[in-house]
């Protein structure tokens, strides 16, 4: 098997529903090593969830208690904003990019299979999901105050390390032969 990219600690960012969870955990299961969601350490479990923010502090601690210690893991999410002591142990990122409508739709789906009907119109979860897929909707007007583009692109022209972009409306299979092809050091 000739492999460009050894296993190394690689972030996978993106958009929410741009498959950056999906292509992690692939890459992480094709490695052998640990995957880690930034969802599972920024926010604090609750129920519902996603209503607690857990402090940097904490999440830092957290993660270097689970994972950051190892040779190689995959992470994905986004660390703009809060994550710069991470920066330092990143070898690569991967960057995801989708078309704003596919990626909506599948954010759409992805809620109903979540939540089924608690987001519908009445429902105990409708609140939650309009003001997510509005957040979520956001990302790509390069004005918005959340998570955007735009925010994105800005803090990966900073990185030290090599940075792979990526549409993600390539099958998975496609996206982790590209990333498992590339060869970091010179970013070709």
Do not use: K
């Not at 190892?70 to 960057?95: K, M, T």
């Not at 583009?149 to 099958?171: F, M």
């Amino acid at each position: 098997m000739n492999r460009h990219v050894r296993r190394c600690r690689l972030l996978v960012t993106g958009a929410s529903g741009a498959g950056t969870t999906t292509l992690a955990r692939a890459l992480a299961n094709e490695w052998s090593v640990p995957h880690a969601d930034v969802d599972d350490y920024f926010w604090v479990p609750t129920t519902p969830p996603y209503t607690v923010q857990r402090p940097v502090d904490a999440r830092f601690a957290l993660m270097q208690e689970i994972f950051l210690p190892r040779d190689a893991w995959v992470l994905s999410g986004s660390i703009v904003r809060w994550g710069e002591p991470l920066i330092e142990r990143l070898e690569a990122v991967v960057f995801l990019v989708l078309d704003p409508a596919t990626r909506l739709e599948r954010l759409r789906e992805r809620e109903v299979g979540r939540h089924g009907a608690t987001i519908g119109p009445g429902e105990t979860g409708e609140e939650a999901h309009v003001a997510f897929m509005d957040w979520a909707s956001g990302y790509d007007d390069p004005e918005f105050s959340g998570r955007s583009r735009a925010q994105h692109e800005r803090w990966l022209s900073a990185l030290p390390c090599p940075v792979l972009q990526l549409d993600s409306a390539e099958p998975v299979s496609r996206l982790l032969a590209q990333v498992t092809a590339w060869t970091p050091a010179t970013g070709s």
